[in-house]
Nanobody
């Protein structure tokens, strides 16, 4: 049973930075597609970035490319999202998600593809 726990959210000013973390437990697969997905109340979930935990392939939504960096630490079963140059429109609940198979590139644009979700961590930019 995969469990994902996010941390690192908070309130920052425009232009600020945060480092989000997601710790995974119960993962038996040697490689998974993991993601950061965000949601604003009243709007659909939006894929921000995905990463293959095995070989490290990464994909980003165009709105965050160059500002956000997804990474993983296989020894800690964790992924991270370094968010820089934050804008007000980046304010959202950020969720960590995982799926055991399929295309990690395609999953970026299909948040419903993910079967495992964390509880989310709030990022507020003002």
């Amino acid at each position: 049973h995969v469990q994902l726990v996010e941390s690192g959210g908070g309130s920052v000013q425009v232009g600020g930075s945060l480092n989000l973390s997601c710790a995974a437990t119960g993962m038996s697969a040697s490689s998974m597609c993991m993601a950061w997905i965000r949601q604003v109340p009243g709007k659909e979930r939006e894929g921000v970035a995905t990463i293959v935990t095995g070989y490290g392939g990464k994909w980003y939504d165009s709105s965050v490319k160059g500002r956000f960096t997804i990474s993983r630490d296989r020894t800690k079963n964790s992924i991270y999202l370094q968010v820089n140059s934050l804008k007000m429109e980046d304010s959202a609940m950020y969720y960590c998600a995982a799926v055991t198979d399929g295309s990690c590139a395609a999953a970026l644009n299909a948040p419903t593809y993910f079967g495992f979700w964390g509880q989310g961590t709030q990022v507020t930019v003002s």
